[in-house]
Every structure is written in C-alpha cells, then in structure tokens.
C-alpha cells in the first residue's frame, strides 16, 4: 500500500455551533470529557484511539452562506456498537439525517444531525478495526 497520499488522514473535524458553550456541554457529556483547549468562541477535543481533534467554533465565524439545513462533509467515527450509540445520540437531543444502513461486507452507518446543525457520522468499519489490530501487531488490515 502506497502511504505516501497527498491526504495522510484527518487532523480536525470543525463542527460550529452559534451557542459554543452548549456545543461544549453536549460533547462533553457525549465524549465523556471535557474541551483540552479552549479560548473565546472555540473549543477543542482530542478523541478516539488516534486522539483527533474535533474543534467547536462559534458560527458567527464561518464565512459564506451559512443555509438553513444541515450541509457539508459527513465524517464517520467508528464506534463499536452503532445501534446503541444511534440511540444514545437521539436520546441527547440529536435528530435522525441517516437510519442506520448495512452498506454490505461488514460495513453500516448511520447519521445525526446535533443540536447545532452539524451531521455527525456513526459506522461500524471493520477496515478501521483490521488497522488498530495491525498497529498492535495482532495481525494484517483488511
């Protein structure tokens, strides 16, 4: 596998939100700890087994035409169990973009829309599973 791609994988995912405070509160209590970096208007969490960064960034700052739906991107983080974690985040206040989807091969996603407007991908991936266990030496990727 060549390694040498102009995109070498993914440093920070900005998500915005108008009420950065609330977006800080409701990610905290998702993730399961607080902001590492904080300054006015912008908040930053390392996490996951690589400790990505996912920066919350007051909207007053984004520049363009802001719409009024849910837009962009759709960054999936792998998580373990995707039907418990799809409820989780309903349950705290997000709303359904995507119902879970068995994409075939061991692959299923699904998405939300936070309380802010930004989607939030979920998936299964077992690819991503076959890297972590290669990095630990159990054992090639997928």
Do not use: C
């Not at 440093?11 to 209590?29: L, Q």
């Not at 912008?42 to 007051?58: H, K, S, T």
């Not at 007053?60 to 962009?72: I, M």
């Amino acid at each position: 596998m060549n390694n040498s791609s102009a995109l070498r994988g993914v440093a920070t995912v900005s998500f915005f939100a108008f009420d950065v405070d609330a977006a800080k509160r409701w990610y905290a209590e998702l993730l399961g700890s607080d902001p590492y970096f904080e300054v006015p208007g912008y908040a930053e969490f390392r996490i996951g087994d690589y400790e990505l960064e996912l920066g919350i960034i007051d909207k007053r700052y984004v520049s363009g035409n802001l719409g009024t739906e849910p837009a962009g991107a759709v960054i999936y983080w792998h998580v373990d169990d995707i039907q418990k974690t799809f409820d989780r985040l309903l349950s705290m206040g997000a709303t359904k973009h995507e119902e879970i989807r068995d994409r075939g091969n061991g692959f299923i996603t699904a998405s939300v829309v936070d309380p802010f407007g930004n989607i939030l991908g979920i998936m299964f991936n077992p690819h991503y599973l076959g890297v972590m266990k290669a990095q630990k030496g159990e054992g090639n990727s997928l």
